[in-house]
């Protein structure tokens, strides 16, 4: 089980051979990352968003699901994506 804040951690700690083919650029998605944090949080502990961080919350996780949607299909279009787990493509 994982919840929001451990999503960085693990992309961050599996960049190399996982997320690095899925999204291009790491510090795009930390900083991208960083304006989500906040505002979940609020949203973790009952704070009522306002209009605002509903919709930025929105646009940046729609964006980071589009860097990743994006990268995956063209992996799966020039079938040359190899993900590497101890040393072995699979």
Same mark, same amino acid.
Do not use: M
């Given at each position: ?8 951690? *693990? *992309?961050n ?6 997320f690095?083919?899925? $999204?291009?650029?790491k ?11 906040? $505002?979940? $949080?609020?949203?973790a502990?009952?704070k ?15 964006? $980071? *699901?589009?860097m990743i ?5 063209v ?7 190899? *993900? ?7």
């Open positions: 089980y994982a919840d929001f804040p451990d999503y960085k951690k *693990i *992309i700690a599996n960049w190399d051979g996982v690095a083919l899925l $999204i291009k650029d510090d795009l998605f930390n900083k991208k990352y960083a304006v989500l944090e906040p $505002i979940r $949080i609020d949203e502990h009952s009522t968003l306002d209009e605002r961080s509903v919709k930025t919350f929105e646009k940046i996780s729609d964006e $980071i *699901i589009n949607d994006r990268r995956f299909r992996c799966l279009e020039k079938k040359n994506c190899e *993900i590497v787990r101890g040393g072995q493509n699979h």
